[in-house]
């Protein structure tokens, strides 16, 4: 059945289920982060998109 999918990643096996319920816990805890704290992640992911495509807007913040 579809509910019974693992998916293997190197040596570890995991079930569908496991990869939702850990990725809903993953959401939670980054809304529990401050907004100062989510702008620095997101100058961060800025940071490394400008390092990829060699173009982009980088907010600096002081």
Known sequence: MAGDMKIRIGRKILKKEDIYRQKEIFHREQAKLSFEEKIKILIQLQ?????????????KIR
């Open 47 to 59: 940071k490394i998109a400008k390092n990829i495509k060699r173009k982009g807007i980088v907010w």
